[in-house]
Nanobody, 120 residues
Framework: QVQLVESGGGLVQPGGSLRLSCAAS???????????MGWYRQAPGKERELVAT???????NYADSVKDRFTISRDNALNTVSLQMNSLKPADTAVYYC???????????WGKGTLVTVSS
């Protein structure tokens, strides 16, 4: 099994920035089976949606709503993934969940989530 622990959420004014981080821990076999890591979010009353993911090889994928504002990065040696969020909007308010996908063993892991609130 893999545990994902997020950090970095909070309250920020519109136009501001926040950085989210997620650290993965667990058995080496499970960690090594992870390919993509990333972030999803769920706003009140809405379904969970993809924000950004990055493969083990470093290829990123972004939702259209965050392109050019958010940047995802990953450190395979430390088993961490981060999300730099700039030019934040009230529409970005949500609980952000770290995600890790291990397709070769058919598992997907989730963190407990961290709340991001964008408000003046």
């Amino acid at each position: 099994q893999v545990q994902l622990v997020e950090s970095g959420g909070g309250l920020v004014q519109p136009g501001g920035s926040l950085r989210l981080s997620c650290a993965a821990s667990g058995k080496i076999f499970s960690i090594n089976a992870i390919n993509a890591m990333g972030w999803y979010r769920q706003a009140p009353g809405k379904e969970r949606e993809l924000v950004a993911t990055v493969t083990r090889g470093g290829s990123p994928n972004y939702a259209d709503s965050v392109k050019d504002r958010f940047t995802i990065s990953r450190d395979n040696a430390l088993n961490t993934v981060s999300l730099q969020m700039n030019s934040l909007k009230p529409a970005d308010t949500a609980v952000y969940y770290c995600n890790a996908h291990a397709p070769t063993i058919g598992l997907m892991y989730w963190g407990k989530g961290t709340l991001v609130t964008v408000s003046s």
